[in-house]
């Protein structure tokens, strides 16, 4: 079993940055990999950026070139740094484990980012 739980979200004006939590407990070295998620109002849940065990990461075009994942193995947590807030960046974002072995994934209770104009 993997628990994840997120942190950071909150209400920004457009143009500044917010910097999320994922932080991981249980048997995290199950874990594949962790995505970051994010899902607006009215709308389908979409990958944002992910990070790898090896540490590859991949974006969504979106947020390429705004945002950052990275983790720090002491602290079990992985982060998203989120810089230059767009209004359509509002959403509730949530951090998933992926567990190979188990083909499933781990769904934290999600963090909500309001970006206003």
């Known amino acids: 079993q993997v628990q994840l739980v997120e942190s950071g979200g909150g209400l920004v004006q457009a143009g500044g940055s917010l910097r999320l939590s994922c932080a991981a407990s249980?048997?995290?070295?199950?874990?594949?990999?962790i995505g970051w998620y994010r899902q607006a109002p009215g709308k389908q849940r979409e990958l944002v950026a992910a990070?790898?065990?090896?540490?590859?990461?991949n974006y969504a075009d979106s947020v390429k070139g705004r945002f950052t994942i990275s983790r720090d193995n002491a602290k079990n947590t992985v982060y998203l740094q989120m810089n230059s807030l767009k209004p359509e960046d509002t959403a509730v974002y949530y951090c998933?484990?992926?567990?190979?072995?188990?083909?499933?994934?781990?769904w934290g209770q999600g963090t909500q980012v309001t970006v206003s104009s």
């Open positions: 998933n484990g992926l567990v190979v072995t188990q083909n499933r994934g781990y």
């Open positions: 249980g048997s995290i070295f199950t874990i594949n990999t």
């Open positions: 990070i790898t065990r090896g540490g590859s990461t």
